[in-house]
């Protein structure tokens, strides 16, 4: 296994991570056995990070299983797990979260402790307010957290703004050979490792649209590339190929899929993607970026528009769901939505008032093609049901 350092604690974590939000599931239950299997093979092929969430159904709950059934196993890894920000509504509520996030897990530290999906610089503000700076410094002082990070999920500019705003020990984003200018994309991660942050990446294969579900295109040109990489070693390969990558979060859930992946971890130091593969991977994207609609970069110079339409996001989407299936698109919609921050602004919220048109360096008529958005993936009643959905998940 190939270890990268964490340059601010120095622990050497393996450059392939095990996120167990994907562990196999029977009867719509997590299958602890196949998925202790599947723990106990990574940890022997050198996996030492393994990230949950308290948001993950049963997965900690699970993991805490694992370990209590192999007794030292806790101690010989890292676990990652999260904060249900929608969820806190006080200081109480972020040690009420931790304190059961523990129990679940049968251990009395977090290793690395994320802040879960922050969306923008706003979220920052709530958590601030809510006093999270002398909370987490007291966990750490406590030995309850090992290290203090944050997963984000939102615009590109916000996220420098995010790094600047606490001493963060790490961050995880969003990265792929789709996504260099989408979310944080290739300037955050540049940003992050400028300031010295540890950089965790997930979703390097888009859910798993980079693997199985290519689109036909994609795939012709990849097996015309001349180069014998199969689809998921290369699109790993390239993410690692970044110095400033620490470690790949992969939800695998069968052994083939673990095997495969410790292998490409070992050989796929920084700087040593093949001119071919490089090749390889620019024509991919070029295949899947055909199917896109709107040709929106994720620049977000249109932004911030005054009805919080967040218009980067709404073109990701919509693209997706050409590239990609309907059901990806619609997924990512929702959760473009700033669903998580009770706040939920989509395509409809457009009232055509221009003042992002002008800023676009695109020429993208946007509210035109955000009424594209709204007709195509905006099921009727959405908005309503997710602003229905989140008081719920906020009460
Ligand atoms: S035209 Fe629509 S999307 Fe653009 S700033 Fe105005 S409300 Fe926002
Ligand atoms: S300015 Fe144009 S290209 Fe940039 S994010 Fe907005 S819509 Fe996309």
Redesign the pocket.
């Given at each position: 296994m190939q270890f990268r350092s964490d340059q601010i604690s120095g622990k050497q974590l393996s450059a392939l991570g095990f996120g167990c939000m994907r562990f196999p599931n029977r009867g719509g239950r997590i299958d602890v056995d196949a998925s202790e299997r599947l723990v106990l093979a990574a940890v022997e092929g050198g996996v030492n990070y393994f990230d949950t969430a308290y948001a993950y159904s049963g997965n900690e709950i699970a993991l805490g299983e694992i370990f209590a059934r192999n007794p030292g196993l806790r101690d010989r890894i890292n676990i990652a797990t999260k904060l249900p920000l929608p969820r806190c509504q006080s200081a109480d509520d972020f040690d009420r979260y931790l304190t059961r996030s523990l129990k679940r897990l049968g251990t009395d530290h977090v290793d690395y402790y994320l802040v879960h999906n922050v969306t923008s610089a706003d979220v920052w503000a709530r958590l601030k307010e809510l006093g999270f700076k002398k909370w987490a410094s007291r966990q750490k002082s406590a030995g309850r957290i090992g290290r203090i990070g944050f997963s984000y999920h939102g615009p590109e500019g916000d996220f420098p703004i995010l790094l600047d705003s606490y001493s963060w020990d790490f961050c995880q984003i969003q990265y792929n050979y789709m996504n260099e200018h989408y979310q944080a994309g290739t300037a955050g991660l540049e940003a992050a490792a400028e300031r010295g942050v540890p950089v965790i990446v997930m979703e390097p294969l888009l859910g798993g649209k980079l693997a199985a579900d290519l689109p036909d295109d994609a795939k012709a040109v990849l097996e015309g590339a001349g180069t014998e990489a199969d689809p998921v070693r290369l699109a790993l390969r390239w993410i690692w190929n970044r110095p400033e990558v620490t470690l790949v979060l992969s939800g695998m859930n069968t052994m083939d899929q673990l095997e495969q992946n410790i292998t490409t971890a070992d050989g796929a130091l920084p700087g040593t993607l093949e001119a071919d593969e490089a090749r390889a991977v620019e024509l991919a994207r070029e295949a899947i970026a055909r199917n896109y609609k709107?040709?929106?970069?994720?620049?977000?110079?249109?932004?911030p528009c005054p009805q919080g339409v967040n218009?980067?996001m709404c073109?990701a989407a919509y693209n997706t769901s050409f590239a990609h299936g309907w059901y990806q698109g619609m997924h990512q919609y929702v959760t473009a939505s700033g669903v998580m921050e009770g706040n939920a602004r989509f395509a409809s919220d457009c009232v055509r008032c221009g003042a992002?048109v002008e800023?676009?360096?695109?020429h993208?008529d946007?509210p035109d093609e955000l009424a594209s958005v709204k007709r195509r993936l905006q099921v009727p009643g959405l908005p309503r049901i997710v602003r229905l959905g989140t008081r719920l998940m906020m009460r």
């Open positions: 709107v040709p929106c970069t994720g620049c977000g110079y249109c932004l218009i980067p073109f992002c800023k676009c360096p695109q993208i946007i």
